[in-house]
């Protein structure tokens, strides 16, 4: 099967799963997991042709007049996530319908609609090769993961959580595709194959620098990097399922994606490796440090994500072979270890309703083999042999050895790694192992959907940490080979030898092994000092957020207060003051010279128009006003007719008669006189007003005579509008043919509006009274 249609195959599971839930009540996990199994199954068939350096791709025309088409590229570092996402999707869709075994099949389907949608969205992310239907897939993840956040919607801390994730995220989609639209720009392309390919020609440009910077946005508030990590924590707001799927695996990795396919494009350009380096670096610090705070199960497994997003930041800033391996590698081993860890901890949390890492203990006795999995799951995030974390972790200090870089990265990368074994070995020791200090309750016990993701997950860790060869050569060689864009031959294999990098592990485990022991000593020492974490948090994010509140409360309270006079004279003043900037800007007064004669006809119609206008200000009776108004009007017909325009002037003719008509019909149901609802002082003001208003107009309408017309769209309608209408009335052909759909609209929005009118005069039977 080709393999853009496995993005269709996951879209219509999206469709189905909902209306399915209520066929198949508690199986429907296991039966719509079949779904991604079968996306998962289908792109192995493509292991082999990839292995062999070949990139499939697929195109298929979408909006060929702005060069964007339905574009796929699958090489070895697609395949890879695309594996990833649908092997682990599979085993979330089996988890979530055990999760919510006992909750309404109505809302067992929604979130498997859900969980389908988001894959969908990262298949199509991965697989893109066009960048604008990357960008769609890319926006499409962050309302998706917006929906799963906040799934309980009940719950204000989920909404919140929601709102937050798809401000940041989305927020950072903007820029991504401004950095896109700036590459269409440059290059005259979209295609992600052919900007590789002219990346030299990318970055020899002028707006390089702004390119690489917006992408760089977009990908660090995707993938949680500093400044922007504070969203991924909060996050953990969504249904245990949603979280290992999305924070966890793959979701989050997307942005780490993006700049690892961008690497291959920016990678000589000076700063831009230095810059990843140095905000990877920042962030899995941070994040560290957020680990050793965090007192929720999940918050420490969410926190030491944001430590490994901050790891892959940097690795790919790194240059080399082991680089790219050592990426792929941690790519690979954290999807492994941190979704089987996800799984083991909304189990606990299932089982006992408690979330806090303090209050969970002993609970070895009653989910025995989740307690396993969390314990093979955990020491494969500890890095030690014969996991695969380990080969990763070697591979993490190889790179970093390899590169120029001093020993800061170094001593980051050891001292987050350290913190990464104490997490490992506090989430799978203390709420299993740990004596439980009152009688344990357990609400829900261990299930075969519960056990299925964690169990499969741990074993893969252990597996491709004994036999590294295939995943090597099938897998992390190609995907490392479609990064650098030259083939890479790895040796991933479990022994390296008595090397520096040993000793560097064998360090991190020591230091780890002391923060396992002393972590409440630690966590309770952290804690003292909120104020100085606070800023490391979304403190930032809530008074700009609140900021924005405000200034939308007083626009409101001060633009938007209900009164039409205000609406007015701000509309009014705005263009008064951009007009009379623009001409005291201009470098000459040449625009107000008088061209041609004054013609006697149009100076008196004119007149009489103003004289028109005038009355309508003066006079009280609302009649006598509708006349004046009417006077303008018809003036203005005569103008058109004056200036060869027979047709204009019969339409504004028929629009005034209409007019008077309607007006006078509701005048009818109205006082015939007014009163000013306006004191002395606002009449006066609003007359200061108009008239600056009028005089800009008539330096803006004197100025258009003596200021060359631009005929283009004239001449092409002149040109076109028999050939293509069949019309020679050009007006008529315009507004029939070429503003089809825009004249029906009006002339509907025209019907409503007689019809609200009609309906609001029948509603008051009694004439009105006058009210002088």
Avoid at 22 to 51: D, E, M, N, Q
Avoid at 386 to 406: C, H, M, R, T
Avoid at 636 to 652: K, Y
Avoid at 666 to 693: C, M, N, Q, W, Y
């Amino acid at each position: 099967m080709n393999f853009e249609w496995t993005i269709l195959i996951a879209l219509a599971g999206a469709i189905i799963a909902k209306p399915a839930s209520s066929l198949l009540g508690r199986y429907t996990g296991w039966v719509v997991s079949l779904i991604p199994l079968f996306i998962f199954a289908s792109l192995l068939t493509h292991l082999a042709p990839v292995a062999n350096g070949e990139a499939l791709i697929a195109q298929l025309a979408w909006v060929p007049s702005l060069g964007v088409e339905l574009a796929f590229r699958l090489d070895g570092f697609a395949l890879l996530f695309g594996l990833l996402i649908s092997g682990i999707g599979t085993l979330v869709v089996i988890y979530a319908g055990a999760y919510f075994a006992e909750k309404p099949s109505a809302e067992i389907g929604r979130f498997l609609s859900l969980i389908m949608l988001f894959m969908t969205a990262m298949l199509g992310t991965v697989l893109s090769d066009n960048l604008i239907v990357m960008f769609v897939f890319w926006e499409l993840t962050s309302l998706a993961s917006f929906l799963l956040i906040g799934f309980d919607g009940h719950k204000e801390a989920a909404r919140k959580s929601a709102l937050q994730s798809l401000i940041v995220t989305g927020g950072g989609g903007l820029a991504l595709f401004a950095g896109i639209l700036l590459i269409g720009m440059t290059l005259g392309t979209f295609s992600f194959t052919e900007v590789l390919a002219r990346s030299n020609e990318l970055v020899a440009s002028s707006w390089a620098i702004p390119i690489a910077v917006l992408i760089m946005i977009g990908a660090f508030t995707k993938s949680a990097q500093f400044p922007f990590h504070f969203w991924l924590p909060n996050a953990m707001a969504a249904p245990t399922p949603a979280s290992a799927y999305l924070h966890s695996a793959t979701m989050v990795k997307l942005g780490v994606f993006l700049l690892a396919r961008f690497d291959g494009v920016f990678a000589g350009m000076p700063g831009f490796g230095h810059t990843l380096v140095v905000f990877g670096s920042l962030t899995m610090v941070v994040a560290a440090l957020q680990a050793l705070r965090a007192e929720g199960f999940k918050a420490v497994l969410a926190q030491s994500t944001v430590a490994s997003l901050g790891i892959l930041v940097m690795l790919i800033g790194l240059t080399g072979e082991v680089a790219a391996v050592a990426t792929v590698g941690f790519i690979l081993s954290h999807a492994l270890y941190k979704a089987a860890l996800f799984f083991c901890a909304g189990t606990a949390i299932h089982a006992t309703g408690e979330t806090r890492l303090d209050k969970l203990a002993g609970l070895a006795r009653f989910l025995p083999v989740t307690a396993v999995a969390a314990v093979l799951a955990s020491l494969s995030m500890a890095g030690l042999p014969p996991f695969v974390g380990f080969i990763s972790k070697e591979y993490l200090f190889e790179a970093q050895l390899a590169n120029d870089w001093n020993i800061l990265p170094i001593a980051a990368a050891v001292l987050v790694n350290a913190v990464m074994v104490g997490v490992a070995g506090v989430v799978s020791i203390r709420p299993f192992y740990f004596k439980s200090e009152a009688e344990r309750e357990i609400h829900h016990g261990e299930t075969s959907g519960l056990l299925a993701g964690p169990l499969l997950l741990a074993a893969g860790g252990i597996l491709i940490g004994l036999i590294p060869a295939p995943a090597g050569q099938w897998l992390i060689g190609p995907a490392a080979s479609a990064l650098l864009g030259q083939p890479v031959d790895v040796s991933f294999k479990l022994w390296h030898g008595l090397t520096p990098m040993l000793v560097l592990s064998m360090l991190v485990v020591a230091i780890g092994a002391v923060i396992v022991i002393q972590w409440t000593r630690i966590h309770n020492a952290l804690r003292r000092y909120d104020t100085l974490y606070a800023f490391l948090g979304d403190r930032f994010y809530h008074k700009a957020l609140n900021g924005v509140l405000a200034m939308a409360r007083l626009s409101t309270r001060v633009l938007q207060n209900g009164d039409q006079h205000r609406y007015t004279t701000l509309v009014v003043l705005a263009v008064t003051l951009g007009l009379a900037i623009a001409f005291l800007a201009a470098p000459s007064a040449d625009f107000l010279a008088s061209e041609g004669s004054i013609r006697i006809s149009v100076a008196l119609v004119l007149m009489l128009t103003v004289v028109g206008a005038l009355a309508t200000i003066f006079v009280r009776s609302l009649i006598a006003g509708l006349v004046s108004v009417g006077i303008v009007g018809f003036g203005s017909a005569v103008i058109f007719m004056l200036n060869g325009a027979p047709d204009l002037a019969l339409t504004q003719m028929a629009v005034e008669t209409l007019i008077v008509i309607l007006m006078t019909a509701v005048l009818i149901k109205l006082p015939s006189r007014r009163r000013h609802s306006r004191t002395l002082s606002e009449r006066r003001r609003d007359g200061v007003i108009a008239s600056g208003f009028a005089v800009m107009m008539f330096i803006a309408l004197a100025s258009i005579g003596v200021t060359p017309i631009d005929l283009r769209l004239s001449d092409y309608f002149g040109e076109t509008s028999y050939l293509e209408a069949y019309g020679r009335n050009v007006v008529n052909v315009i507004l029939v043919d070429y503003r089809a759909i825009d004249t029906l609209g009006e002339i509907v929005v025209v019907a409503i509006a007689t019809i609200a009118a009609w309906g609001l005069l029948r509603g008051s039977l009694k004439p009105a009274r006058n009210k002088e």
